[in-house]
C-alpha cells in the first residue's frame, strides 16, 4: 500500500484473517496436527494450552509452538485427563484471533498418540480409583447354591438365552430376576449404576451378575465409568462381573468380587453346585449327621451306665448326709445371731427412748415455763427499780425548774412593767405613759410622773 493511503491495524488484520479462511488446508476442520501438550491449565468451561514441535534432538530455541483452544462442547467428548508433556493429535482449523492479532488452532477432536485416548483414560481412572483403595475392599463370597440370583443386563436375546440355558441346565431350582439395561452409549452408565442400586435395595438376592456381550473398547467403555464401579464395590451382594471377551478388563471386573471372562461362565459361577451334586451332598451330609448323632447316643449311654454304677448314685442317702448336718449348725448359728441382733436392737431402743424423752415437748415446755416465770419476776424488780429511780430524777428537776421560775424571782419582792403587753425599761418611757406594772400576787395600772434614765 501506498505511504499516503496506509492500512489501520484492524484492516490489516482482517487481511491476514480472510488469508486464513480462504486457505483449504487451515479453513477446513480436518486438519490434523501432532505434539507435545504444553502451557496447559485446566478451567471449568473452554480450554486454552499449546502444542510444541516434540522432534527429537531439536534445541529448544528451534522447537516451535502454536496456541490452541478447545471448546466447552468439543472438550466434553474427550474421555480422559489431559496433563502437560503427553504427545497428542488434534483435528480442526486455523484462524486469526482478531483482538490480539495472534493465530491459533481451533480444536475438535483431541487424542493422545500411542495408547489411544480410552487407554490413557481408563489408566488414569484405574490410578483414582486404586489411590482410593476401591479395588483393595475384601470381597464377598460367592454363594456356591444361591436362592435367587439379579442379572443386570440388556435386553439381548443371545446373552438372556445362554445364561438362562446354563442355570436350567445346572440347577433349575435357583430363581432368575433380570434387570434390563442400556449396555452401549453415553447413558449406559447411569443406568447400570442405577440398576445395581436397585438390586441392592431389594435385599433378596443371594449374587448379582453384571453381564455383557464382546465388543469394542468404545462399546465396553460404559462398565469403566467412575459410576459403575462404585456402584459395584458399594453392593452389599456379591457380585460377577462378566464383561466383554476374556481379554478384555474393566473396571467392572476389577471393582466386582468376583470375574468372568463370558455370561456363560459367570452362570456357571454363580451355580457352582449342580443339583446333582447338592443332592449328592446333601445325602453325605445325612449320612454323616445320623452317624454323629448315633455315636453321641452310644457315649451318652456309656456315660448314663458309668454314673448309675457309681458310689454316689448307688447310695444316694449317704450324699445328704454332710449336707443336713451343716444345715443344722448354720440353724444354730443362725438363732444365736437372730438372739444377739435383738438384744442389741432392745439396746438400741433403750437409748433411744432415753433420748427422746430428755427431748420430749412436754419436758421442753415445763422447763420453759420455770424461766419464763422467773425472767417475769426479774423483769417486774427491774422495771419496779427503774421506775422510783425516773420518779426520783423527776422531783429533783421539778425542783431545779421551781427554783429558776420567774414568780419565786416575783414572791421576793421584784416587779415589772409593760405597755401593750411588752415588757419596757426606762430607755422607752415619756412622762405621762401609761403602764401595768406586775406583782406575785397581782398587777396594778400606773402613770409615769418622771423619768430617771441611768447607763
Same mark, same amino acid.
Given at each position: 500500500?501506498?505511504?499516503?493511503?496506509?492500512?489501520?491495524?484492524?484492516?490489516?488484520?482482517?487481511?491476514?484473517?480472510?488469508?486464513? =479462511?480462504?486457505?483449504?488446508?487451515?479453513?477446513?476442520?480436518?486438519?490434523?496436527?501432532?505434539?507435545?501438550?504444553?502451557?496447559?491449565?485446566?478451567?471449568?468451561?473452554?480450554?486454552?494450552?499449546?502444542?510444541?514441535?516434540?522432534?527429537? &534432538?531439536?534445541?529448544?530455541?528451534?522447537?516451535?509452538?502454536?496456541?490452541?483452544?478447545?471448546?466447552?462442547?468439543?472438550?466434553?467428548?474427550?474421555?480422559?485427563?489431559?496433563?502437560?508433556?503427553?504427545?497428542?493429535?488434534?483435528?480442526?482449523?486455523?484462524?486469526?484471533? *482478531? #483482538?490480539? &492479532?495472534?493465530?491459533?488452532?481451533?480444536?475438535?477432536?483431541?487424542?493422545?498418540?500411542?495408547?489411544?485416548?480410552?487407554?490413557?483414560?481408563? $489408566?488414569?481412572?484405574?490410578?483414582?480409583?486404586?489411590?482410593?483403595?476401591?479395588?483393595?475392599?475384601?470381597?464377598?463370597?460367592?454363594? *456356591?447354591?444361591?436362592?435367587?440370583?439379579?442379572?443386570?443386563?440388556? #435386553?439381548?436375546?443371545?446373552?438372556?438365552?445362554?445364561?438362562?440355558?446354563?442355570?436350567?441346565?445346572?440347577?433349575?431350582?435357583?430363581?432368575?430376576?433380570?434387570?434390563?439395561?442400556?449396555?452401549?452409549?453415553?447413558?449406559?452408565?447411569?443406568?447400570?449404576?442405577?440398576?445395581?442400586?436397585?438390586?441392592?435395595?431389594?435385599?433378596?438376592?443371594?449374587?448379582?451378575?453384571?453381564?455383557?456381550?464382546?465388543?469394542?473398547?468404545?462399546?465396553?467403555?460404559?462398565?469403566?465409568?467412575?459410576?459403575?464401579?462404585?456402584?459395584?464395590?458399594?453392593?452389599?451382594?456379591?457380585? %460377577?462381573?462378566?464383561?466383554?471377551?476374556?481379554?478384555?478388563?474393566?473396571?467392572?471386573?476389577?471393582?466386582?468380587?468376583?470375574?468372568?471372562?463370558?455370561?456363560?461362565?459367570?452362570?456357571?459361577?454363580?451355580?457352582?453346585?449342580?443339583?446333582?451334586?447338592?443332592?449328592?451332598?446333601?445325602?453325605?451330609?445325612?449320612?454323616?449327621?445320623?452317624?454323629?448323632?448315633?455315636?453321641?447316643?452310644?457315649?451318652?449311654?456309656?456315660?448314663?451306665?458309668?454314673?448309675?454304677?457309681?458310689?454316689?448314685?448307688?447310695?444316694?442317702?449317704?450324699?445328704?448326709?454332710?449336707?443336713?448336718?451343716?444345715?443344722? =449348725?448354720?440353724?444354730?448359728?443362725? %438363732?444365736?445371731?437372730?438372739?444377739?441382733?435383738?438384744?442389741?436392737?432392745?439396746?438400741?431402743?433403750?437409748?433411744?427412748?432415753?433420748?427422746?424423752?430428755?427431748?420430749?415437748?412436754? #419436758?421442753?415446755?415445763?422447763?420453759?415455763?420455770? $424461766?419464763?416465770?422467773?425472767?417475769?419476776?426479774?423483769?417486774?424488780?427491774?422495771?419496779?427499780?427503774?421506775?422510783?429511780? $425516773?420518779?426520783?430524777?423527776?422531783?429533783?428537776?421539778?425542783?431545779?425548774?421551781?427554783?429558776?421560775?420567774?414568780?419565786?424571782?416575783?414572791?421576793?419582792?421584784?416587779?415589772?412593767?409593760?405597755?401593750?403587753?411588752?415588757?419596757?425599761?426606762?430607755?422607752?418611757?415619756?412622762?405621762?405613759?401609761?403602764?401595768?406594772?406586775?406583782?406575785?400576787? &397581782?398587777?396594778?395600772?400606773?402613770?409615769?410622773?418622771?423619768?430617771?434614765?441611768?447607763?
Amino acid at each position: 500500500m501506498p505511504k499516503d493511503n496506509p492500512l489501520t491495524i484492524g484492516q490489516l488484520t482482517r487481511y491476514i484473517s480472510r488469508k486464513f =479462511d480462504v486457505d483449504p488446508y487451515l479453513s477446513q476442520r480436518n486438519l490434523w496436527v501432532v505434539g507435545e501438550l504444553t502451557d496447559y491449565r485446566p478451567s471449568s468451561r473452554h480450554q486454552y494450552f499449546a502444542i510444541k514441535d516434540d522432534t527429537e &534432538g531439536l534445541a529448544p530455541k528451534d522447537q516451535y509452538k502454536i496456541k490452541a483452544v478447545m471448546f466447552q462442547s468439543a472438550f466434553a467428548k474427550v474421555p480422559f485427563k489431559m496433563e502437560n508433556g503427553m504427545k497428542i493429535l488434534v483435528r480442526g482449523r486455523v484462524a486469526v484471533y *482478531p #483482538n490480539r &492479532g495472534e493465530y491459533q488452532l481451533y480444536v475438535e477432536q483431541l487424542e493422545e498418540v500411542g495408547t489411544g485416548s480410552l487407554q490413557v483414560a481408563f $489408566q488414569q481412572m484405574y490410578k483414582k480409583l486404586k489411590a482410593e483403595g476401591l479395588f483393595d475392599l475384601p470381597k464377598k463370597p460367592i454363594p *456356591p447354591f444361591p436362592r435367587r440370583v439379579a442379572i443386570v443386563t440388556s #435386553n439381548d436375546a443371545a446373552v438372556k438365552h445362554d445364561m438362562i440355558t446354563t442355570f436350567r441346565r445346572r440347577n433349575p431350582l435357583i430363581q432368575l430376576i433380570f434387570y434390563p439395561t442400556k449396555v452401549q452409549g453415553d447413558d449406559a452408565a447411569p443406568m447400570i449404576a442405577s440398576q445395581i442400586k436397585r438390586v441392592n435395595a431389594s435385599d433378596n438376592f443371594d449374587t448379582l451378575i453384571v453381564a455383557r456381550g464382546g465388543g469394542s473398547r468404545g462399546d465396553l467403555w460404559p462398565f469403566n465409568e467412575e459410576v459403575v464401579g462404585r456402584a459395584i464395590a458399594a453392593s452389599k451382594i456379591p457380585v %460377577i462381573s462378566s464383561v466383554g471377551h476374556e481379554t478384555d478388563t474393566t473396571i467392572a471386573d476389577l471393582a466386582a468380587d468376583d470375574r468372568q471372562a463370558t455370561p456363560t461362565a459367570a452362570a456357571v459361577k454363580a451355580s457352582a453346585w449342580e443339583l446333582v451334586e447338592v443332592r449328592a451332598e446333601l445325602k453325605r451330609s445325612q449320612l454323616e449327621l445320623i452317624n454323629g448323632i448315633q455315636a453321641k447316643l452310644k457315649l451318652a449311654n456309656q456315660t448314663l451306665r458309668r454314673l448309675q454304677e457309681s458310689y454316689p448314685l448307688s447310695q444316694p442317702q449317704r450324699l445328704i448326709e454332710r449336707p443336713l448336718q451343716q444345715v443344722d =449348725d448354720l440353724k444354730i448359728r443362725l %438363732i444365736q445371731l437372730q438372739g444377739q441382733q435383738v438384744q442389741a436392737k432392745r439396746e438400741q431402743f433403750q437409748q433411744v427412748d432415753h433420748r427422746l424423752q430428755l427431748l420430749s415437748p412436754v #419436758n421442753r415446755v415445763k422447763r420453759n415455763q420455770l $424461766q419464763l416465770q422467773h425472767l417475769v419476776t426479774n423483769l417486774k424488780q427491774s422495771s419496779q427499780l427503774v421506775l422510783q429511780s $425516773q420518779n426520783q430524777y423527776f422531783r429533783n428537776l421539778v425542783g431545779r425548774l421551781d427554783a429558776l421560775s420567774p414568780l419565786k424571782v416575783l414572791e421576793r419582792g421584784y416587779s415589772y412593767a409593760t405597755r401593750d403587753n411588752q415588757v419596757i425599761s426606762a430607755h422607752q418611757l415619756q412622762h405621762g405613759d401609761e403602764l401595768n406594772l406586775h406583782f406575785y400576787d &397581782g398587777n396594778a395600772e400606773v402613770t409615769v410622773d418622771k423619768v430617771r434614765k441611768e447607763d
